[in-house]
């Protein structure tokens, strides 16, 4: 089983940036379309963006041309680029797999996006 450790939340002011990593503990990560996601207290989790293995990028509306999403296969790293936060974004994010059965979800990293 994969494990995953994101890292990198905290608290912002809107308009800001953050940098959010996923780490995976094995090789295998390289071979999977991943993606991250995002859960706000009370809210279901949702997709904000994934990458494919071919680098290919997918991006959900409200965070397109804010957010950017990248991998480094030979770190087995997950990186998501965020700018120009709004309060909007305040949720605790996760990565996983893009798609078919998911691996164990990690613990996530809070983003808090605050004046």
């Known amino acids: 089983q994969v494990r995953l450790v994101e890292s990198g939340g905290e608290l912002v002011h809107p308009g800001g940036s953050l940098t959010l990593s996923c780490a995976a503990s094995?090789?295998?990560?390289?071979?999977?379309?991943m993606s991250w996601y995002r859960q706000a207290s009370g809210k279901r989790r949702e997709m904000v963006a994934s990458i494919r293995t071919s680098g290919a990028t997918n991006y959900r509306d409200s965070v397109k041309g804010r957010f950017t999403i990248s991998r480094d296969n030979a770190k087995n790293t997950l990186v998501l680029q965020m700018n120009n936060l709004s309060p909007e974004d305040t949720a605790v994010y996760y990565c996983?797999?893009?798609?078919?059965?998911?691996?164990?979800w990690g613990q996530g990293t809070q983003v808090t996006v605050s004046s």
């Open positions: 996983n797999k893009a798609g078919g059965p998911a691996w164990s």
């Open positions: 094995s090789d295998d990560f390289r071979l999977y379309d």
